[in-house]
Nanobody
């Protein structure tokens, strides 16, 4: 069984930065394709970023491209989402997800495991 635990959310002013992390336990992080999704109140869960199992391919939602970066720290079984130039519309609960395949992309239905989420709030 794989468990994902997110951390690093919080409150930041518009234009600021935050880094959210996701630690995998139960399996080696490098065996999974990883993704970040977010869900704002009253809205559906949406794709943010994804990285392939081999860490050679990444993808981003158009709304975060150029501002967010997904990366991994294999030694710590951790996936990181660095968020810069944050905007109020980035406010949401951010979820980490893992897929037992090479690449899962933006379709949340292809992910096998999910974290509990971490709140990110951007004030204007």
């Amino acid at each position: 069984q794989v468990q994902l635990v997110e951390s690093g959310g919080g409150l930041v002013q518009a234009g600021g930065s935050l880094r959210v992390s996701c630690v995998l336990s139960g399996r080696t992080e490098s065996n999974y394709a990883m993704g970040w999704f977010r869900q704002a109140p009253g809205k559906e869960r949406e794709f943010v970023a994804a990285i392939s199992r081999g860490r050679t391919a990444t993808a981003y939602a158009d709304s975060v491209k150029g501002r967010f970066t997904i990366s991994t720290d294999n030694a710590k079984n951790t996936v990181i989402l660095q968020m810069n130039n944050l905007k109020p519309e980035d406010t949401a609960v951010y979820y980490c997800a893992a897929a037992n395949r090479y690449y899962a992309g933006s379709d949340y239905g292809t992910y096998d495991y999910w974290g509990q989420g971490t709140q990110v709030t951007v004030s204007s």
